[in-house]
C-alpha cells in the first residue's frame, strides 16, 4: 500500500475517532434520550462538545476532497514523493486540527488547517 492510500486509510479512522469524541460530548450535554430520539429541536452544544462537534464536521467535509485527490492520484498513476508528502501533511494537520480544536485554540486551529489544506493541494498539484 502506497503512503497516500495509508495516510487516507489512517484520516478515516480519525474521522471515526472524532465521531465517537464528538458523539460522547453530545451525550454529556444532552444525555442519552434525547439523542436516541428524533432530535428535533436540540440545543447546539457548547464548549468542547460544541467544538468537537465542529471539528468533526470539519474532518467529513475535508477528508471527501483528499480522498478524490488520493484515489484519483493512485488510479492514474500519479502518486509519488510529492503526493506522498502532501498526504502526510493532510493526515498529521488533520490531528493537530482535531486536538487544538477540542481545545478552544483558535490561531493555531487555523493555522493547522492551513497545512492539512496545503496538503490537498500538494496531491493536487500533481494531477495537472
Not at 492514474?76 to 486536538?99: D, H, I, K, S
Not at 483558535?106 to 496531491?123: C, E, K, M, N, Q
Amino acid at each position: 500500500m502506497t503512503t497516500d492510500l495509508e495516510m487516507l486509510v489512517w484520516a478515516t479512522a480519525l474521522a471515526l475517532v472524532q465521531m465517537l469524541i464528538a458523539v460522547a460530548g453530545a451525550q454529556a450535554q444532552l444525555g442519552l434520550p434525547r439523542l436516541a430520539g428524533n432530535r428535533d429541536e436540540l440545543p447546539p452544544l457548547d464548549g468542547w462538545a460544541g467544538r468537537s462537534q465542529r471539528a468533526h464536521r470539519n474532518m467529513l467535509e475535508s477528508l471527501v476532497l483528499f480522498a478524490i485527490a488520493v484515489l484519483t492520484a493512485e488510479v492514474t498513476g500519479r502518486a509519488n514523493e510529492l503526493t506522498a508528502l502532501g498526504a502526510m501533511l493532510f493526515f498529521w494537520g488533520r490531528v493537530a486540527y482535531a486536538v487544538v480544536y477540542v481545545a478552544g485554540v483558535p490561531w493555531l486551529r487555523t493555522l493547522v488547517w492551513a497545512v492539512s489544506t496545503a496538503g490537498i493541494v500538494l496531491v493536487l498539484s500533481q494531477l495537472f
